[in-house]
């Protein structure tokens, strides 16, 4: 009798399983009629794993608006990162150079088109 039940068990998970991916079937076969796309997202979870494991540590950050500044600057460090730049050498510069960059070419300072000690 137990054997039945967990086969039975079973059953109702394979079954929920197929649901969900027939549900679902014109997103997890999008990467078929476009080859750019990857068949899943390792890269990005990679990506953003140490954003994920330091959650539980920014609960603490003093304030919802302190939260949202550290999102802000965690998100520009990546930013970094991902266009190929150290980051420490980036916020330095940028925060060396922000006082005095016109509002005009702030976009300047932005990880995808930051120039190393550019003139201002």
Do not use: C, H
């Amino acid at each position: 009798m137990a054997g039945a039940a967990t086969q039975a068990g079973a059953r109702g998970i394979t079954v929920k399983a197929i649901d969900y991916s027939l549900k679902r079937r014109k997103a997890l076969t999008r990467f078929i009629e476009d080859g750019d796309l990857p068949a899943d997202n390792n890269w990005v979870e990679n990506q953003i794993r140490q954003i994920a494991i330091g959650r539980s540590n920014w609960l603490f950050a003093g304030s919802l608006r302190a939260g949202q500044r550290a999102a802000a600057v965690m998100s520009l460090l990546q930013s970094a990162r991902l266009n190929g730049l150290d980051p420490y050498l980036y916020i330095k510069d940028v925060l060396t150079r922000l006082p005095t960059q016109s509002a005009g070419r702030i976009e300047e300072l932005l990880p995808r088109r930051w120039q190393p000690g550019a003139s201002r």
